[in-house]
């Protein structure tokens, strides 16, 4: 089983852009399948994007298609998640996530780091 940390999170501008990396324990990465989630101020946590195992197939939320980016190193066991044009409703806490399964299920048996604040100012 993984561990998740997340890091990269800050304050941007509208407009402007912020890389998210996800680095994970462990010498199984490679065997899951990653996922950013994000969760506002008083709302549910709501998908965003997700990855397959070898990099090769990516899902993506209609609100950040065109300008959210993921990508995966399995050497280094990081997933990443590029943002850009960030908006201010993109403003939330951004969680990265592990799951067996293509397409993930985001079950019980998911994995989840926790958490690094992004804020985008208008």
């Known amino acids: 089983q993984v561990q998740l940390v997340e890091s990269g999170g800050g304050l941007v501008q509208a407009g402007g852009s912020l890389r998210l990396s996800c680095a994970a324990s462990?010498?199984?990465?490679?065997?899951?399948?990653m996922g950013w989630f994000h969760q506002a101020p008083g709302k549910e946590r709501e998908f965003v994007t997700s990855?397959?195992?070898?990099?090769?197939?990516?899902r993506y939320a209609d609100s950040v298609k065109g300008r959210f980016t993921i990508s995966r190193d399995n050497v280094k066991n990081t997933v990443y998640l590029q943002m850009t044009s960030l908006k201010p409703e993109d403003t939330a806490v951004y969680y990265c996530?592990?799951?067996?399964?293509?397409?993930?299920?985001?079950?019980?048996?998911?994995?989840w780091g926790q958490g690094t604040q992004v804020t985008v100012s208008s």
């Open positions: 996530a592990a799951d067996l399964g293509w397409p993930p299920s985001w079950g019980t048996t998911s994995i």
């Open positions: 462990g010498r199984t990465f490679s065997r899951y399948a």
């Open positions: 990855i397959s195992w070898g990099g090769t197939g990516t």
